[in-house]
T-cell receptor, first 113, second 114 residues
Framework: KAGVTQTPRYLIKTRGQQVTLSCSPI?????VSWYQQTPGQGLQFLFE???????NKGNFPGRFSGRQFSNSRSEMNVSTLELGDSALYLC????????????FGPGTRLTVL | AQSVAQPEDQVNVAEGNPLTVKCTYS??????LFWYVQYPNRGLQFLLK??????LVKGSYGFEAEFNKSQTSFHLKKPSALVSDSALYFC????????????FGKGTRLSVIA
């Protein structure tokens, strides 16, 4: 069974631009979660989606948004990029939220210049 | 609110020696506990989980963890460390009720020295 895939793997953007990251979950998984990983803050929860509904949102500004499609694929968008948005963005999928094992993709490395 | 603490930022161990990476948690209700490992420039890989049952959980790559309810701990262990075990380890906790997402600790960097 194919694992979680994330595209693109690497991105370089400039301040003020916007970016869209994509995540394809493991086949059959209906829950997708997004995390931001930085050296200083560790793993921070962004969003959790299940069956196209956002079930949880972390403590991030409104510039961060996401959605999930009917095929369970998910996207996250960051508008008006700031230098501090540079991070590894990780997507994880599971059968159901919270209690089932989450399987992570390789991440998208975003660099904001 | 649930939380996870990994009290050591860094653990150093000699190859062949036993290793322990510590994790304590705080939840309201019965915990679902997970350990993940992250190698450089990679996503997190699942190692093992505790939901219910036997307090000693065996996982991938020879790792195991012991659930201790009275001490609210879930320490990761391996009898004999390998250099290839050097990585960043994360503990995570969730509960079966409510709507709080999975919460991760800050991570512990394990260095196994040959």
């Amino acid at each position: 069974k194919a694992g979680v895939t994330q595209t693109p793997r690497y991105l370089i953007k400039t301040r003020g631009q916007q970016v869209t990251l994509s995540c394809s979950p493991i086949s059959g998984h209906r829950s997708v979660s997004w995390y931001q990983q930085t050296p200083g803050q560790g793993l921070q929860f962004l969003f959790e989606y299940f069956s196209e509904t956002q079930r949880n949102k972390g403590n991030f500004p409104g510039r961060f948004s996401g959605r999930q499609f009917s095929n369970s694929r998910s996207e996250m968008n960051v508008s008006t990029l700031e230098l501090g948005d540079s991070a590894l963005y990780l997507c994880a999928s599971s059968l159901v939220p919270r209690t089932d094992t989450q399987y992570f993709g390789p991440g998208t490395r975003l660099t904001v210049l | 609110a649930q939380s996870v603490a990994q009290p050591e930022d860094q653990v150093n161990v000699a190859e062949g020696n036993p290793l322990t990476v510590k994790c304590t948690y705080s939840v309201s209700g019965n915990p679902y506990l997970f350990w993940y490992v992250q190698y450089p420039n990679r996503g997190l890989q699942f190692l093992l989980k505790y939901i219910t049952g036997d307090n000693l959980v065996k996982g991938s790559y020879g790792f195991e963890a012991e659930f201790n309810k009275s001490q609210t701990s879930f320490h990761l262990k391996k009898p004999s460390a390998l250099v290839s075990d050097s990585a960043l380890y994360f503990c995570a906790v969730s509960v079966g009720t409510g709507n709080t997402p999975l919460v991760f600790g800050k991570g512990t960097r394990l260095s196994v020295i040959a």
